[in-house]
């Protein structure tokens, strides 16, 4: 390529493109804003303004529109034209800075004027958890929020630590509000010798939450006293409010199935062991049971060197009998080579589900709002009987507003709980 068509080619490249600069400034101070994102609307070219709003981007000569955005102010566009300049203000974004959250006293107020780090969940996000309880379908939705579950029986309570304070053995967990009332998350019970009982916060329908906001930080404590020292939640349950004059109803049902994560690999080959049946690394030759370390981890005999056949048993003295009325009596010699491991599982484990069902009513207008909830939750555990939960709740938020300055409102909510949930531990009272 000759040396003169190679310099009319790049000043062809440096006319197809041209410069524009400006300033970008906050409509409401006249103040630079530095950090702002300035593109060719279309394309990736671009800037960023410097510590005092200003800005030089290459555009080329057939752009038509730059675009102009910043977090926390309205993105704005400016047609290019044969200007070499361009100066634009932008202006806050009051929708986002204007975000309405309740106040320590149960007031509403705006985001940015509260003192305290917060986090707001809306209660749909909750709702589409397809948990059955608030505090789970928390879990995962708000940053520096840990949700520890106590156990996957249905209604069992869980754990819940906001960033801060850590301890080995106290409790640090947070002040829990709901609508103005403070509530319990502890829990009673578990051990070798108990269930994990549930929560009170399981007792709230989750489809009755407007919106969950958590609060960290020192500053909750200033505004909610000592007990708030490991953090707030603030719950707001729904209000009425629809056209005014008209009823808004809504129904809805979910049904959901849970499994087992996985099984764990069982042996086929070898019968019950039980330590002190016979001497150590010895066999006893009546029940076949191999006596080692004399503890009941010791293994069984051999299930294909049995005789086969129905097992020996004692019907002279005691017995077990299950809930179909089958007796089980003493085994005094085992024949039989057949392995019971996994049909013993699956009489064990089940599929479990639950079925849901909610209804609300809505309505309100400039002088009041009503909202009015029904809801029933039945739910069976993942272990065959005595795993079960059975929520029916009610919900009644009224509110009558005289003027600009009086007001009255009421809450009233109605929970009924029946609910049975396996023993945890080495409590043998309690063994499926």
Same mark, same amino acid.
């Given at each position: 390529?000759?040396?003169?068509?190679?310099?009319?080619?790049?000043?062809?490249?440096?006319?197809?493109?041209?410069?524009?600069?400006?300033?970008?400034?906050?409509?409401?101070?006249?103040?630079?804003?530095?950090?702002?994102?300035?593109?060719?609307?279309?394309?990736?070219?671009?800037?960023?303004?410097?510590?005092?709003?200003?800005?030089?981007?290459?555009?080329?000569t057939d752009a038509a529109t730059l675009t102009f955005s910043s977090i926390g102010y309205v993105n704005l566009e400016r047609a290019v034209g044969s200007a070499a300049t361009i100066?634009?203000?932008?202006?806050?974004?009051?929708?986002?800075?204007?975000?309405?959250?309740?106040?320590?006293?149960?007031?509403?107020?705006?985001?940015?004027?509260?003192?305290?780090?917060?986090?707001?969940?809306?209660?749909?996000?909750?709702?589409?958890?397809?948990?059955?309880?608030?505090?789970?379908?928390?879990?995962?939705?708000?940053?520096?929020?840990?949700?520890?579950?106590?156990?996957?029986?249905?209604?069992?309570?869980?754990?819940?630590?906001?960033?801060?304070?850590?301890?080995?053995?106290?409790?640090?967990?947070?002040?829990?509000?709901?609508?103005?009332?403070?509530?319990?998350?502890?829990?009673?019970?578990?051990?070798?010798?108990?269930?994990?009982?549930?929560?009170?916060?399981?007792?709230?329908?989750?489809?009755?939450?407007?919106?969950?906001?958590?609060?960290?930080?020192?500053?909750?404590?200033?505004?909610?006293?000592?007990?708030?020292?490991?953090?707030?939640?603030?719950?707001?349950?729904?209000?009425?409010?629809?056209?005014?004059?008209?009823?808004?109803?809504?129904?809805?049902?979910?049904?959901?199935?849970?499994?087992?994560?996985?099984?764990?690999?069982?042996?086929?080959?070898?019968?019950?062991?039980?330590?002190?049946?016979?001497?150590?690394?010895?066999?006893?030759?009546? %029940? *076949?049971?191999?006596?080692? /370390? +004399?503890?009941?981890? !010791?293994? @069984? $005999? =051999?299930?294909?060197?049995?005789?086969?056949?129905?097992?020996?048993?004692?019907?002279?003295?005691?017995?077990?009998?299950?809930?179909?009325?089958?007796?089980?009596?003493?085994?005094?010699?085992?024949?039989?080579?057949?392995?019971?491991?996994?049909?013993?599982?699956?009489?064990?484990?089940? %599929? *479990?589900?639950?079925?849901? /069902? +909610?209804?609300?009513? !809505?309505? @309100? $207008? =400039?002088?009041?709002?009503?909202?009015?909830?029904?809801?029933?939750?039945?739910?069976?555990?993942?272990?065959?009987?005595?795993?079960?939960?059975?929520?029916?709740?009610?919900?009644?938020?009224?509110?009558?507003?005289?003027?600009?300055?009086?007001?009255?409102?009421?809450?009233?909510?109605?929970?009924?709980?029946?609910?049975?949930?396996?023993?945890?531990? !080495?409590?043998?009272?309690?063994?499926?």
């Amino acid at each position: 390529m000759s040396p003169i068509l190679m310099v009319g080619l790049l000043q062809q490249a440096v006319a197809q493109n041209r410069q524009i600069s400006g300033r970008v400034t906050d409509r409401s101070t006249g103040q630079g804003l530095p950090g702002v994102t300035v593109l060719v609307k279309g394309t990736t070219t671009g800037a960023t303004t410097n510590s005092d709003g200003a800005y030089l981007i290459n555009v080329p000569t057939d752009a038509a529109t730059l675009t102009f955005s910043s977090i926390g102010y309205v993105n704005l566009e400016r047609a290019v034209g044969s200007a070499a300049t361009i100066d634009v203000a932008l202006a806050a974004d009051t929708k986002q800075l204007g975000e309405v959250v309740v106040s320590a006293l149960g007031l509403e107020q705006r985001r940015d004027e509260q003192g305290t780090a917060t986090s707001r969940v809306s209660g749909n996000a909750v709702t589409q958890s397809g948990e059955t309880s608030v505090i789970t379908g928390l879990a995962g939705k708000a940053s520096g929020v840990q949700i520890t579950r106590s156990s996957g029986d249905p209604g069992a309570g869980a754990y819940i630590q906001i960033r801060g304070q850590n301890t080995i053995t106290g409790n640090v967990q947070p002040l829990i509000v709901v609508d103005g009332t403070p509530i319990s998350n502890s829990t009673l019970g578990g051990g070798v010798d108990g269930v994990t009982q549930q929560s009170r916060l399981n007792d709230i329908n989750p489809n009755d939450i407007a919106s969950i906001q958590v609060l960290k930080g020192a500053s909750a404590a200033a505004l909610w006293g000592s007990r708030a020292a490991s953090g707030v939640l603030i719950i707001t349950t729904k209000k009425g409010s629809t056209a005014a004059g008209k009823l808004s109803v809504t129904y809805g049902a979910t049904y959901s199935l849970d499994k087992i994560s996985y099984q764990h690999d069982l042996q086929q080959s070898y019968g019950r062991g039980s330590g002190g049946v016979a001497a150590i690394g010895t066999t006893n030759p009546t %029940t *076949g049971f191999t006596g080692t /370390n +004399n503890n009941a981890n !010791s293994w @069984g $005999d =051999k299930l294909s060197s049995r005789a086969g056949g129905p097992d020996d048993v004692n019907t002279t003295g005691a017995y077990f009998q299950a809930a179909d009325g089958t007796r089980y009596y003493p085994v005094t010699k085992k024949n039989d080579r057949t392995s019971y491991l996994d049909k013993n599982f699956d009489g064990v484990f089940q %599929t *479990g589900h639950f079925l849901e /069902n +909610n209804l609300s009513l !809505s309505a @309100g $207008d =400039k002088d009041g709002n009503i909202f009015i909830s029904l809801s029933d939750l039945n739910q069976e555990g993942i272990i065959r009987q005595g795993s079960d939960y059975r929520r029916s709740t009610a919900r009644v938020n009224a509110e009558k507003r005289f003027n600009n300055i009086v007001r009255l409102g009421g809450n009233f909510t109605y929970s009924k709980i029946n609910s049975n949930r396996i023993q945890q531990g !080495s409590n043998t009272s309690g063994s499926t």
